[in-house]
């Protein structure tokens, strides 16, 4: 039987923030690197014009990361 790991939060980085730190939290959160996260969203707001809503979403949404973390 397997430990039970500690619930991982999505919050907005303080760490690898650019503008708001969503791109930075999300990547946090799913252990890669912000610049792949940040590609992405470059890729769609270009592509399907979506991303920018997407991420006025998340800000709005996604608590800041406390300072312990």
Known sequence: MQPEQPCKKLYRSNK???LAGVCGGLAEYF???PTWVRLFFVFFFF????AILLYIVLWI???ESP???
């Open 16 to 18: 690898q923030r650019m």
């Open 67 to 69: 300072d312990e973390i």
């Open 61 to 63: 949404l996604m608590p």
């Open 31 to 33: 252990n890669i690197d």
């Open 47 to 50: 592509a399907f014009g979506s």
